[in-house]
């Protein structure tokens, strides 16, 4: 089992910045490769961006191009997501996912989901 905490989230003005956090532990050896996903009011989860754990190759969404970064410090267990220029669409739940065997950027190829941050941004 994996066990992720995510962190960072709140409240932003547009044109504004945070950094996510998503700290896991447990059989972290194990870990393929970490996600962002989010999830806005009344649709689907979709990924944000995704790192490949051990050669830190990345997938990233057309959406976030040049305003998100996804980072992760395998020393600590820790993935980040660094997100620039926030504009009132990036309003969601921001999850953090880990898989084990595989990644891309549908969620079925997650196994592990932290509870989520809340990412709210006025306009």
């Known amino acids: 089992q994996v066990q992720l905490v995510e962190s960072g989230g709140g409240l932003v003005q547009a044109g504004g910045s945070l950094r996510l956090s998503c700290a896991a532990s447990g059989r972290t050896f194990s870990t393929y490769a970490m996600g962002w996903f989010r999830q806005a009011p009344g649709k689907e989860r979709e990924l944000v961006a995704a790192?490949?754990?051990?050669?830190?190759?990345?997938i990233d969404s057309d959406s976030v191009k040049g305003r998100f970064t996804i980072s992760r410090d395998k020393t600590k267990n820790t993935m980040y997501l660094q997100i620039n220029n926030l504009k009132p669409e990036d309003t969601g739940i921001y999850y953090c996912a880990a898989a084990g065997t595989t990644w891309g950027t549908v969620s079925s190829a997650y196994d592990y989901w932290g509870q989520g941050t809340q990412v709210t941004v006025s306009s």
């Open positions: 790192i490949h754990w051990r050669t830190g190759s990345m």
